[in-house]
C-alpha cells in the first residue's frame, strides 16, 4: 500500500503508550479507531488525551484547530472487528508474549489483506511476536518512546520478513507524523535506543557501587555533561569531533574497568525488596514526599516540551 492510501490507523490498548499514539495521528487527521477491553479503559483514554492536548495547548504545540481535529477524528471501540477497514494497525497492548501472539492470531483475518501491521513491544522479538502471521513482510516493530505525543524518535524494527518497502512506506509515514524514525535492521532485543540506554545505566550503578560518586553526582555528570551534548551530537559524532585517536587512546585503558556485567543489577532487586519502586512508591534512589512525586514529573514534562520547541526550530532551519 502507498503512503498516501494510509487514512484510518486501528490502535489496540488504550493505556499510557495507545492514547498518546492516537493523539498523534489524529492531530495530523487521519482517522483512528481505539480499542481496548472495558468502557471503563476507553473512557479513562479520552480523559487522558484529553490531558495531553491542554498541556500542548498551554504550550502552543497544538492549535484550537487541531484539538477538535483529535477529539473528532479519535473513535473507540472494544471489538477488534472496527480495525477491518484500517490501512495500518498498531497493537499497543500488555508487555506479554503470549497475549500479543493471540492478539494478532485473531487480528490477521480481520485486518485488510494490504494493511500495515505494527507492534509497539518495548524489547520482545518482532518474529515471536508475528509467529502465526503467514505474510510477514507487512509486520514490523514500531517503537514510539513515552510519552509518544512528545518523544520525537521511533524505532522500525525489521522482522526477518519484513520488506524494505514496508520499512519505506512507514519511515515516510513517521515523519508525517513529525517523528525521528530510525531503522533497526535486526530484530535483536533492546533494538537501539535501549541498548544505549541502559548501557549507560549500567555504568551508572557501577560507578556508584564503586562509590566513585554519589546518586546526585553521577546524575548531574551525566546531564551536564555527556547529556548536554545528546541532544545536538550523538556518539558517533560526539568521536569524530573529539577526533577517533584520541577516543581510540581513552577506550584503550578505560574499556576494561566498565561494567561487563550479564546479570539484572543486585541493587535495584533490593530496593524492590524493600518496596522502593522510584516515584511510584514515592523513594527509589531519591525520595519525593511531600508532593516531589507530581513536582518532578511536571519539571520533566516541562524540560521535555521546551527540548522539542528547540528540536522543531532547529529541524525547520
Ligand atoms: N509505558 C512505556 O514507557 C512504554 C514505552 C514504549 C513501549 N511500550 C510498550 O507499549 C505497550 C503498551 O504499554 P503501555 O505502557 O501503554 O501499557 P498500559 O498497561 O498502560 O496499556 C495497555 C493496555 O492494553 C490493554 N490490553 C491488554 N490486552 C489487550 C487485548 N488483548 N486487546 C486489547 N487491549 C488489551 C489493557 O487493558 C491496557 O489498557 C507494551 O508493549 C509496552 O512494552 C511502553
Redesign the pocket.
Known sequence: MKLDSIKRIGI???????SGIALIFAKKGYKVTV???SIT?LEDSRKLVDIFNQTLLAEELMTSDEEERVMSNIEYSLDKSAFKDCDLIIE????KLE?KQS?WKEVKSIAKKDAYLAT???GLSINSISEDIVDKTRFVGM????PPHIVPLVELIKGDETSDETVEVLKSLMKRIDKEPVIVQKDTPGFIGNRLQFAAFREALHILKEGVGTVEDIDKAMRFGPGFRYPVLGPLETADLGGLDTFYYISAYLFKNLSDSKEAPEILKEKIDSGNLGVKTKEGFYEYFDGQDEEVIKRRDSMFIKMLKLNNSAEKK
Not at 92 to 95: D, G, K, R, S, T
Open positions: 489496540a490498548g488504550a493505556g499510557t503508550m495507545g480499542m481496548d477491553l479503559l499497543a497492548i500488555v508487555e497475549v492478539f509497539n513491544t518495548s517503537h514510539f518512546w513515552n
